[in-house]
């Protein structure tokens, strides 16, 4: 692979000295800001060879490197060995930012220009990176030109599978409701109307859901909402008769998606509120007839408060989830016992035994199944090349989910295998008790995930440990399994959290070369109490699973944390034991969940 990645950067400064580009920026992104991106627009891990789902790639005439963040620190030394690309690690004292580091690189040459593609970065991004390339000695940036439409060969297409409605039963708020809403909150923002291009706001809008998107039901497509009219730009062959009728019925028409450009142009009300964390610079530049509201979009924080028909789907979605990883955990002990399985294999058994599940469509992430060393990598996933064989000691780390059509699932389990080092079974309870801490925390509303990211940490911070990537993000409604506003971790989020969110609870805790530890379940918030003193929120947590309480050092939990742990296990198997149909399954449960 390094040697395919050579050629592709040779063809790629053959581009740059011609169009007079010192350098070139290859973002993570699509032209909607997406995390997970279609393949079509995959251009870092087309130019770098890196695939996690988080980094950006810089290219000079002579030089080339990636920065990312700390969960894909090793899968990154490994998969840029030897391709020419030096390895960035963000938020480690002595890496440069990229505009740092391009000012080095270009310190030498005579007005130069840097490239990025305007379609694949924000607003905030381009016109952050100008502002830091012009401190760095009068750095110029060129955003109308894309050197992979030239050496991409055989680069994928945009998607075009088909769009399908979300039934009210599952989404609980028709569309004319939320548009309505929308336009409510807009006009406090002293707006006429908005263009959405986060294609999971769109897709709650308009209660559409798709799969153009690896395990997000999302499609590619952009929103214009005016004061009286709203059209939805998206490839008219993604479109059946019975959406087209649908739309129509819920006042929104249609364009196709390459005309959104055209669409701006026509817009005819006075002003338009575009996210410059969303909004692709093209089309921010393209939009010159009307006014630009430059500012956050409303629709994130509304699609986080979760309705009661939602809710209600979550814990309907969790059932059947915990059903599946009842028999999953059940057999994969001694499934291991036996001989022959791996990392691959018991991904592939966890993924059928969700697939039996009614409503089940699919996993909501490529499940990181990480064994002893490998559960040290933060987005470890197995693949043919790093597949190991799983032995009866030790322990697996398994982050997975599923997306069901009433919900989306996010859970960790880490499990011992067999014995466990003295090691091993102090940094699984540490880790168990940022968990538990966490969930029992109560908190008075407008608190932010900030503020109470310290509760998983505390215990770890005494003993000098930490872990760099957030505690806890949202979770969407058959949606995207990571979803904001709102996240719970070290560094500043401010958006409240409200009664009616989701967020996850996973703390982790990993010895590079040694093992992994995370334990994660999704939680709801909501009410606690109302004092004096105002409103108090609490967490319940929706996944209902067995945390493996072999590996668990009993002498250091608090009697609190361990009444929390019995409650969990006594609730887990009071709800997944009259689902089980198999007595075997029943009584392991049974067992897995008696009181320490």
């Known amino acids: 692979m390094s040697s395919v990645i050579k050629n592709r950067l040779a063809e790629l400064r053959e581009l740059m000295a011609g169009e007079g580009l010192d350098a070139f920026i290859f973002p993570s992104t699509d032209p909607h800001n997406g995390e997970y991106v279609p393949d079509h627009w995959k251009g870092r891990e087309y130019i770098c060879g890196f695939n996690g ?25 490994e998969q840029l060995r030897g ?28 007005s130069p220009q840097v490239g ?21 000695g009068g750095i110029t940036v060129r955003t109308n030109y894309d050197p992979l439409r030239w050496i991409w060969k055989g680069r994928p297409d945009i998607p075009l599978h088909p769009i399908e409605i979300h039934p009210l039963e599952y989404a609980g708020e028709t569309v004319q409701s939320k548009l309505g809403r929308i336009r409510q909150a807009l006009a406090s923002r002293h707006a006429e109307g908005m263009l959405v291009s986060a294609l999971d706001d769109i897709a709650w809008t308009l209660n559409l859901r798709g799969c153009d998107v690896h395990c997000n039901p999302v499609f590619v497509a952009y929103l214009l909402i005016g004061s009286t009219a709203a059209t939805l730009y998206t490839d008219s062959r993604k479109l059946t008769t019975e959406v087209k009728e649908y739309l129509r019925d819920c006042g929104v028409a249609t364009d196709e998606y390459n005309h959104i450009a055209k669409g701006l142009r026509d817009y005819g009300d006075y002003n338009l509120l575009m996210d410059p964390d969303e909004t692709n610079y093209t089309l921010y530049k393209s939009e010159r007839y009307c006014k630009a509201v430059l500012a956050p979009s409303p629709i994130p924080a509304m699609k986080a408060v979760k309705n009661k028909t939602e809710i209600a789907g979550y814990r309907r979605a969790m059932l059947r989830d915990g059903v599946a990883m009842v028999k999953f955990l059940r057999w994969l002990k001694p499934a291991v016992e036996a001989g022959g399985q791996t990392e691959m294999s018991i991904d592939r058994k966890l993924t059928a035994l969700r697939a039996e599940q009614p409503l089940f469509r699919g996993i909501s992430f490529d499940t990181i199944a990480g064994y002893e060393q490998h559960g040290a ?10 597949d190991i064989e799983l032995k009866p000691r030790g322990l697996i780390l398994i982050d ?26 102090h940094i699984y309870t540490l ?31 005494r003993e000098g440990l930490n872990y ?29 959290l409200t009664s009616g969110m989701t967020v996850t609870d996973e703390p982790g805790l990993y010895l590079a070369g040694k093992f992994g530890v995370r334990t994660e379940n999704t939680l709801l918030i909501c009410d606690y109490m109302e004092t004096a003193f105002g409103r108090f929120l609490q967490f319940d947590p929706l996944t209902l699973c067995p945390i493996d309480t072999t590996p668990i050092d009993l002498s250091i939990l608090t009697a609190e944390e361990r009444q929390w742990l019995n409650d969990y ?12 149909d198999d007595e075997a399954d029943r009584a392991w449960l049974k067992e897995t969940t008696r009181p320490v």
């Not at 168990?432 to 911070?461: N, V, Y």
């Open 116 to 136: 990025v593609d305007g379609m694949v970065n924000s607003v905030n991004t381009v016109e952050q990176l100008i502002a830091d390339l012009r401190r760095q």
């Open 431 to 461: 880790v168990l008790k940022g968990h538990i801490q966490l969930e029992l925390c109560k908190f008075p509303a407008g608190a932010s995930g900030t503020q109470l990211d310290i509760m998983a940490r505390q215990a770890m911070w």
């Open 377 to 386: 990598i933060v987005h470890y996933e197995a693949t043919p090349e790093t």
């Open 468 to 496: 760099l990537h957030g505690t806890g993000h949202g979770v969407g409604s058959y949606l995207n399994v990571h979803e904001g506003p709102h996240q719970i971790r070290m560094e500043w989020k401010p958006t409240p």
């Open 53 to 77: 789902s988080a980094g950006v790639a810089v290219v000079t005439r002579d030089a080339a490197a990636l920065w990312t963040d700390s969960r894909y620190f090793l899968a990154a030394e």
């Open 83 to 110: 391709t020419g690309f030096q390895l960035m690690k963000e938020r480690i004292e002595g890496t440069p930012s990229i505009a740092q580091w391009l000012g080095c690189k270009l310190a030498d040459m005579s």
């Open 400 to 425: 997975s989910g599923a997306q069901y059509r009433d919900g989306t699932t996010d859970i960790t389990r880490t499990v011992a295998l067999g014995p466990v080092s003295e090691e091993q079974r």
């Open 569 to 580: 296990h006594q609730t887990v198997y009071d709800k997944l034991a009259p689902l089980l």
